[in-house]
């Protein structure tokens, strides 16, 4: 952990290799009492951040974004070993966020205020810094939904407290060092930025119902978010929860085009992401040719090691994940669902599983987090309503060339985002990201993390 620029090395918990299962690192695990001590001293540098300078925020961003390239290897490994993340994947992880940094130091420069029209007033708006914005990540994709939320809080001139996911830490670890370098570069306060790890429910929970603290930006969990709405009191909420993603195959889909985008995103780091694909809804009449290209096509994915370059799926973050998902196929084969590929577990591994259901079958409710895809045979007409009958609205996905019908159902369905011609996984990182019902609250993506992390004050001058 890293508090008012200070290294604090303590083995209280494991960090474990999902793939080799070994012990990797020991890492601190705060108690509740350091990390009331840890957000009294972000407190102290707030109006340290509030005046800093433009330019010195921008140059701050471009620093960490230029060390994360320099060491883009040596980051891309951590997450292979850390979080089991096949290490072309993990490369593609640490390019994005390179550029989340870069973004969030543009928008520092392009970020406006308002001036109001009045006829006898001068009425103009001022972005302010909430002031502590505690930032709470995920396991999987540990590097650059940090950046996600460290970045447009650097921008916004605001300090934060940043808890991550004790599954994969390690390159967060990483990730503080290099803020840590950029600080000292510019000769800012190292304690504007504050590395608290440790257990969710006491690291994470304080950080939520500490009244110091004035936002919480949190991907995880719906459950989790959930607990956060309830306990965070009066403090700004930003939420990117998880889904249960429809991605919908009418008759008239470039199959080819849609088969090797929903492999993509069905498998991609074992189906271990809030926009994976959660559900195939597939017309009828094309139902046959596409399970049997999609089914094909999954069987030449490679399976094993992350640090293997020929690697397409690696573990899932535990074994007790791994079991989890192995339960829930069986259930959902109890349940009637027919079973077309997969359904297998080694340790942690559990191989990419394909099943035809019915829209009741418990795999379209329930995000499994896991390399496991469900396939609805229906009809046009059925089709969105399946799709907005699940308790999410992340994202969902449309194929079709008939531009009349993909704005049809776009307009229909009920999710933050819908995605035409290409699969449900489909992230910009300068776009607005987020969901509506059960897959959360407010908006990602640098530009709107930043309106998000920061408050309008309006000022009035009579004439």
Known sequence: ????????????????????????????????????????????????????????????????????????????KILAIDAGKPIKQARLEVERSIGTFKLAAFYVKEFRDEVIPSDDKLIFTKREPVGIVGAITPFNYPLNLSAHKIAPAIATGNVVVHHPSSKAPLVCIELAKIIENALKKYNVPLGVYNLLTGAGEVVGDEIVVNEKVNMISFTGSSKVGELITKKAGFKKIALELGGVNPNIILKDADLNKAVNSLIK?????????????????VDESIADKFIEMFVNKAKTLNIGNPLNEKTDVGPLISVEHAEWAEKIVEEAINEGGKLLLGGKRDKAIFYPTILEVDRDNILCKTETFA?????????????????????????????????????????????????????????QDNMPFGGV?????????????MEEMSNIKTIIISK
């Open 1 to 76: 952990m890293f508090i008012d620029g200070k290294w604090i090395d303590r083995e209280d918990i494991e960090v474990i290799n999902p793939y080799s299962l070994e012990v990797i690192k020991k890492i601190p695990s705060l108690s509740r009492e350091e990390v009331k001590e840890a957000i009294d001293v972000a407190e102290k540098y707030k109006d340290v951040m509030k005046n800093l300078s433009i330019t010195k925020r921008y140059n701050i961003l471009m620093n960490i974004a230029k060390q994360i390239k320099e060491k883009k290897e040596e980051l891309a």
């Open 265 to 281: 995103g069905s498998f991609i780091y074992a189906g271990q992401v809030c926009i994976s694909v959660g559900m195939i809804l």
């Open 371 to 427: 390399p496991v895809v469900p396939i609805i045979r229906t009809n046009e007409e059925e089709m969105i309503d399946i799709a907005n009958s699940t308790e999410y609205g992340l994202h969902s996905a449309i194929f079709t060339n008939n531009i009349n019908k993909a704005l049809k159902f776009a307009e229909n369905l009920e999710f933050g985002g819908v995605i035409i011609n290409d699969s449900s996984l489909f992230r």
């Open 437 to 449: 019902k059960r897959s959360g609250l407010g908006r990602e993506g640098v530009k709107y993390a």
